[in-house]
């Protein structure tokens, strides 16, 4: 059976054995993009990258943005003392490149760092693991799943770059003023016969009912979100990422002492949750193309949403975590050096094509609408007074000279 048809298939089992016959948009989203052998991240059909990819990501633009982020983890194992090993954990390490990049820099410039550093990836993906093992086999690197790392275990730095914008997200609706969850089911003029034998695609549907938790009013309530308000309309739809919680609280729960780096794209919560944004903030990607329609090309693109960088703020202090600083990805990237290497391309010996295009990818990460926009958030974990003193680079602008 054809792995779309399969995915479909499946979650069509799903809905048919829920109660109601229904699933939430979360489940949905959890099974398309994560199924064990058929869902978007799990299979052979996740690109990423210019060239026959779905979308690209900002270590695809060359090695400056995984060189720069070196810099600021090298600067965190200066500030907590040297530690040996200092862990840094990426989550979501997607083809391995900014890991390699990341790696690749240390063995040039900092080798002493380079032997006290424990490289970890956290991947869900036995595609994309497969890949990342290809990629990095000179060098010294350790798989696991999240849970596997034991608690307060962590001595270094959690970091991902675009991860959060990919976990399930429940879908809401205002109707007549109240909360109403957005539900997954099939087509209703389909029996069941029709739905689980027929050669053609299953058709899903939305339906609104009941939240299936307390949790999604209790999370607005949490960001300081009231759709009471008459500003709101009805229709209005919107999500909630109660696993975006999750799995920050057991990054707060491995980490001893060290910090969280988060970059996304997303918004504070009053941002996020504008009464203009009024469909929320889901896109599909597929082929460099997106568009809102999560139910077509089921496991063959990738399905996200905004990133409410409230709610991981505010949880993270729940969690123990510290805020220690939230700035956008273009002034980031500046205070570590970004503006330098712009600079020194003109003092390049290179053919005029290869410095015109890096520097377009130099500008592409700087680029407000775009990469140069995404959130970057900072948390800390066990420092103390003298370390937390002390400012982490790229969250310190420099002074214009």
């Known amino acids: 059976m054809d792995s779309n048809l399969a995915l479909c298939a499946a979650i069509a089992y799903r809905i048919n054995d829920s109660p109601q016959q229904r699933i939430t948009f979360a489940e949905f989203m959890d099974m398309a993009l994560y199924h064990p052998e058929h869902g978007y991240y ?7 990258g210019f060239q026959g990819g779905d979308f690209f990501t900002s270590p ?23 530690p040996v090993p200092f862990s840094l954990v ?26 006290a550093l424990e490289y970890v990836i956290v991947e869900k993906s036995p595609a994309l693991r497969q890949e990342q093992q290809q990629r990095l086999q000179e060098f010294s690197v350790r798989w696991c799943n999240l849970e596997e790392i034991l608690p307060n275990s962590i001595t270094g730095c959690f970091f991902s770059n675009e991860l959060v914008d990919a976990l399930p997200v ?13 539900y997954v089911t099939t087509q209703a003029d389909k029996g069941d016969e029709e739905v689980f034998s027929s050669p053609t695609m299953p058709s899903f ?11 999604l009013a209790e999370y ?55 009464p203009r944004r009024s469909q929320g903030t889901l896109q599909c990607y597929y082929h460099h193309r997106f568009h809102d329609n999560p139910y077509i090309n089921i496991g063959r693109q990738d399905i996200t949403c905004h990133v409410d960088f409230t709610a991981l703020e505010r ?38 094509s290869e410095l015109l295009q890096r520097r377009d990818a130099l500008h592409q990460l700087l680029d407000s609408t775009g990469l140069g926009g995404f959130g970057v958030l900072v948390q800390s974990k066990g420092l103390g007074e003298i370390e937390t003193s002390r400012p982490l680079k790229g969250l310190t602008f420099p002074e214009p000279t």
Not at 90 to 115: D, R, S, T, W
Not at 315 to 342: H, Y
Request: aromatic fraction near 14%; proline fraction near 3%.
């Open 60 to 82: 695809n633009l060359g090695a400056d943005f995984g060189e720069l982020l070196a810099e600021q983890f090298f600067q965190m194992w200066e500030i907590l003392g040297q």
């Open 220 to 274: 607005l309530d949490f960001v300081g979100i009231n759709f009471a308000q008459s500003i709101y309309l009805d229709s209005y739809r919107s999500e909630i990422n109660l696993a975006a919680l999750d799995w920050l609280s057991i990054v707060a729960d491995r980490l001893q002492r060290g910090y969280v780096l988060t970059i996304d794209y997303g918004y504070p919560a009053s941002r996020y949750y504008n």
């Open 205 to 215: 549907v939305e339906v609104t009912g009941e939240p299936s938790t307390p949790q």
């Open 90 to 115: 990426e989550m979501g390490a997607g083809q391995g490149v900014l890991a390699l990049h990341i790696l690749k820099y240390y063995q040039l410039h900092y080798p002493a760092f380079l032997n």
């Open 170 to 182: 429940h879908q809401f609706s205002l109707e007549a003023g109240k909360l109403r969850e957005i």
């Open 315 to 352: 949880w993270g202090e729940r969690c123990g975590l510290d805020k220690v600083g939230f700035t956008q990805q273009a002034l980031f990237l500046m205070a570590l050096g970004l503006g330098d290497r712009i600079a020194a391309i003109s003092y390049q010996n290179q053919p005029l």
């Open 42 to 48: 799990c299979s052979d059909a996740v690109k990423i």
